[in-house]
């Protein structure tokens, strides 16, 4: 499941976003279940999503709430 930032960049752009969409969707139901999967899998969650958003930020993205 984890991925370095070199196979995050690898990917296309499409396939990224794709996958940050299916991150914070496994994101919710691991919190919803995180009794019974252990916070070390959300943790790897957070990790892959914030891998992600770096990438993003790197090629010029800047989420809504900075743009204050």
Do not use: F, H
């Not at 969409?21 to 009794?35: H, P, W």
Request: net charge positive; glycine share 4%.
């Amino acid at each position: 499941m984890t991925k370095k930032a070199k196979e995050i960049k690898q990917i296309s752009k499409e396939e990224r976003e794709k996958k940050l969409k299916d991150l914070k969707a496994e994101l919710i139901k691991a919190r919803v279940s995180g009794s019974k999967t252990g916070s070390s899998k959300i943790k790897e969650i957070k990790k892959m999503i914030a891998r992600i958003l770096t990438l993003k930020q790197d090629n010029g993205y800047m989420p809504k709430m900075w743009l204050a």
